[in-house]
């Protein structure tokens, strides 16, 4: 790189950011009013110069600009930035220098204001690091003779303040580029080695700093102060200079960086008295600025020397919250993003690399026989999932976390994975799956990290941890525990940590849950209630660093969270396809990018009444469908707290399953602590190649319980390891060669308990001629309770069908010819086992009219819809498997 100017212009464009600041800050202030007819004469500054020898800076319309630059410009009204640089033909070199560069980049698809950024993000020091997005201008460089100039036609740059706060930054930090540099390079011999290296990392740290300094104050962040600066300072020129010219970056500092910045504090207290608008802002950096040169110089000899403790290897432990999915960010690029700010140099290790795959889409798959081991593997979990497309092609993406993970699994693996890897220091985020999914409570799960911790420990003796404590979620019926045994066992790890350190081992705490914000009654932090949007992805990153700096003396400073964050796309699902399958209807549609999941909702064409289930992959079947129901459906992206996308068209299809009934007969009966079911064979279409049957089993007494289910090739099963006092929805599918029938529901049970009491204190009541409504009172041995029914009208005895109202009331109706020609009784069933009946109840008779006329002689109805335990199951079966649909019609 070709370099020339003198140390002086250094002062001269300090002084030159903050006329950029006040130029801008004072314009943006005085309202709409006060923008003028064209927006490039918004913030003119004329043409004068600023100081005598340095560089004279022109902002205003190209029309107004010197006769030779206007032809620059397609329009008059074209904005235009002149930097006139005093120097000989090396300043042209080096500015032409900087134009081939951001010409590279405009012709790489960025504008102006993208170019500006990514130099700036490559220039960082880590005070306040620029962040994806934002505002943004357009527009081109050119060089003439010693003169910089940009030009950015008409509409270009918008009057927004915050676009012109953008622009200003970039033009100042160019312009500390090209001077700092050039100043730099005189203080060494004319082709001195070190020089062309050396002066670039000065050159570019100095204007990476003034630009953060810069967007710190527009955005209204703290400046930080002069400590922080010669250190971030310090840690940007070692950190882009090879380990071989560390000598010579302290060799320049000790001799050139005191006179310098002396000049600088004296240039802005002169300014101070002349900027009467910002001569308190100008006066507070010159005072953070006292004793900064010796400060720089010493920090980048203490750097050189190695003093600092910055550990080499850093291998990130964690579950999904760390992992990510496919279009995530995730925790561990931010994280990433701020070792690179502070110029920290590590190498992120582990066996993996990507956020976790999307689901693949698949048919309905067939239960587990019992017996067969259904646990997964650890050895090949889906970590091929892509990142945002934002991240950096050049993320260090290895890791060591899954989704799902536990530490009592990962307590077994660590082990190995340090012996590999040979990780310096460990940054551990575990701790959820083991307390939300009852693997441990509070102090089992402490005793897990522990291990751990010795296990890593036992295959490298020093290396070090960061670990974290676990975040609260937001709240989740029927898991009133998980608030307080995460609250539990954070307050424990808390006062282990400390015990846990060894001499050469350090075990520091991180405040994960202090930092996050989620929580019960709401989670900002995250999508879905606990994992990490792109918000809560910088707060745990934070978390994080604030540990590795403030415990580990690893960087300059964390800097606050950014004040915006990319929003994360929801494109339309494109044309989804529905067709029949032997199993039902099945709807696919090509997968969208990043989609956290989708919503399907379907319907039975006219019915009127949508039924929406969330499905995690590109594929939707509807299951348990009777034959010739002509189904339609609609599709959308769901991100969840994210976003969703329009509803897609409709598709439809007609459903001709060829799956087996149900089985005959089923009988249940409850255990001590499970339940015998047993049942006849399939009859009748489609059961000639039964390959086995399903039990289904939900337990109604614990709130968010899942469906859960065994197979046999028998026709008989026992489930073990149920919950005793607790009731049971139970039923059984036949499964074929093609998949799955329609369930056949059996009577409730309740375990552990025999045979119930009899209802007592029936009473009834009159719905309108044809209905009655009953209501009883029921036992805790009970597990649900069946109608009996005389009609005294036409004579016979009492009848029930196997309609299991599993409360103590139920409503009938087509009660012909008048609801006071019927006696009515209840049992309480628990499986097989039934009671006698309760007492028996009849409205009085009206007086004598003429009857009622039945549309028929059969048996009284009760409302219409299916059976209580078959209606449950329907719900339940499509939460539980979220790519499936059971759907029975009503009636």
Not at 13 to 32: D, F, K, Q
Not at 237 to 256: F, N, P
Not at 554 to 582: K, N, Q, W
Not at 795 to 821: C, H, K, M, Q, V
């Amino acid at each position: 790189m070709r370099h020339s100017a003198h140390r002086h212009l250094l002062t001269f464009v300090v002084a030159l950011a903050l006329l950029c600041v006040a130029a801008t800050e004072s314009a943006a202030a005085r309202g709409p009013a006060a923008v003028p007819a064209r927006p490039c004469a918004l913030h003119a500054s004329g043409g004068g110069g600023v100081q005598e020898g340095a560089v004279a800076l022109s902002i205003g319309c190209a029309n107004e600009a010197r006769g030779e630059l206007r032809g620059l410009a397609k329009s008059g009204d074209d904005l235009m930035v002149v930097l006139d640089f005093k120097g000989d033909k090396r300043a042209h070199d080096h500015i032409e220098d900087v134009v081939e560069e951001t010409r590279a980049d405009r012709s790489a698809g960025m504008t102006l204001g993208e170019s500006f950024t990514k130099r700036a993000r490559d220039n960082s020091v880590g005070i306040y690091p620029p962040t994806e997005g934002g505002a943004d201008f357009d527009g081109e460089l050119f060089v003439v003779d010693n003169t910089l100039v940009l030009v950015s036609p008409a509409g270009g740059v918008s009057t927004e303040a915050n676009v012109w706060q953008k622009l200003a930054a970039g033009i100042v930090s160019l312009a500390v580029l090209i001077v700092s540099t050039a100043a730099c390079l005189a203080a060494f011999n004319v082709g001195a080695p070190a020089a062309a290296p050396v002066c670039g990392a000065v050159g570019g740290a100095l204007s990476g700093l003034v630009s953060e300094l810069m967007n710190a104050y527009f955005d209204g962040r703290s400046l930080q102060d002069g400590d922080v600066w010669a250190e971030a300072v310090a840690m940007g020129i070692l950190g882009a200079v090879s380990g071989g010219l560390g000598g010579a970056v302290v060799k320049w500092a000790a001799e050139g960086a005191g006179s310098l910045v002396t000049e600088v504090q004296t240039s802005l207290r002169n300014l101070a008295t002349r900027l009467t608008n910002w001569g308190n802002v100008l006066t507070f950096m010159a005072g953070r600025l006292e004793g900064w040169g010796p400060r720089l110089s010493e920090a980048l000899a203490r750097l050189q020397e190695g003093i600092r403790d910055t550990p080499k290897k850093v291998m990130i432990v964690g579950d999904s919250m760390t992992q990510g999915a496919e279009g995530d960010w995730t925790w561990r690029y931010r994280l990433w993003q701020w070792f690179r700010s502070q110029h920290v140099d590590v190498d992120f290790v582990g066996p993996y690399k990507g956020t976790k795959n999307p689901v693949a889409p698949a048919a309905p798959a067939r239960p587990p026989l019992q017996g067969e081991n259904q646990e997964s593997s650890l050895d090949d979990p889906p970590v091929s999932g892509a990142y945002a497309a934002g991240v950096s092609p050049d993320f260090d993406r290895d890791h060591f976390a899954v989704w799902g993970r536990q530490v009592a699994q990962d307590k077994k693996l660590i082990g190995k994975m340090v012996a590999r890897y040979q990780p310096d220091l460990v940054l551990v985020g575990l701790g959820f799956n083991d307390m939300g999914w009852f693997v441990s409570g509070a102090d089992g799960t402490l005793s897990s990290m522990k291990d751990l911790i010795e296990n890593a420990r036992d295959a490298k003796p020093g290396v070090r941890f960061a670990v974290a404590n676990v975040p609260q979620r937001s709240f989740i019926g029927g898991r009133e525990d998980l608030p307080v045994t995460t609250a539990d066992y954070n307050d424990k790890l808390g006062k282990a940590v400390s015990s846990w350190s060894t001499p050469a081992s350090r075990v520091e705490l991180v405040d994960w849950a202090g930092a996050y914000d989620c929580g019960a009654a709401k989670c900002p932090a995250g999508y879905d209630g606990l994992h990490p949007n792109a918000r809560g992805e910088f707060q745990i990153a934070r978390a994080f660093a604030l540990t590795l700096h403030q415990r580990f003396g690893i960087g300059t400073h964390v800097p606050d969270l950014p004040a915006s964050v990319p929003a994360r796309p929801a494109p339309a699902v494109p044309g989804p396809v529905a067709e029949s399958v032997p199993t039902g209807i099945k709807v696919t549609w090509r997968p969208v990018f990043g989609a956290r999941g989708y919503t399907v909702r379907s319907r039975l064409v006219g019915s009127g009444t949508w039924q929406e289930i969330p499905v995690s992959t590109n594929r939707f079947d509807t299951t348990w469908t009777a034959d010739g129901l002509n189904w339609e459906y609609q599709v959308r992206t769901d991100n969840a707290d994210d976003g969703r996308s329009e509803w897609s068209a409709t598709v439809g299809a007609v459903a001709h399953p060829k799956t087996a009934a149900p089985p005959e007969k089923i009988v249940t009966r409850a255990t001590a602590t499970g339940v015998d079911v047993s049942w006849q064979p399939a009859k009748g279409p489609y059961s000639e190649h039964v390959d086995r049957y399903e039990v289904i089993t939900w337990d109604r007494d614990s709130p968010g319980a899942f469906l859960e289910s065994k197979a046999v090739r028998g026709t008989s099963l026992h489930v073990g390891g149920l919950t005793p006092g607790h009731r049971y929805l139970v039923a059984v599918v036949t499964w074929n060669d093609v998949g799955g029938g329609l369930p056949g529901g059996a009577r409730p049970v309740n375990i552990g308990a025999g045979t119930p009491p009899a209802p007592t204190g029936l009473t009834i009541s009159s719905v309108d001629p044809v209905s009655v409504h009953l209501n009883w009172k029921g036992s805790k041995e009970a597990a649900g309770y069946r109608v009996w029914v005389r009609n005294n009208y036409t004579g016979g005895g009492f009848s029930a069908d196997e309609y299991i109202s599993e409360t103590t009331d139920r409503g009938i109706t087509f009660l012909f010819p008048g609801n006071w020609n019927f006696d009515f009784c209840v049992t309480a069933v628990n499986g097989s086992l039934e009671s006698g009946r309760s007492n028996c109840v009849a409205l009085q008779k009206p007086p004598p009219t003429d009857p009622i006329e039945p549309p028929s002689t059969g048996k009284p109805k009760e409302t219409v819809g299916l059976r209580p335990g078959l209606e449950k199951l329907v719900h339940l079966r499509a939460q539980s498997d979220p790519n499936v649909t059971a759907a029975l019609p009503t009636g």
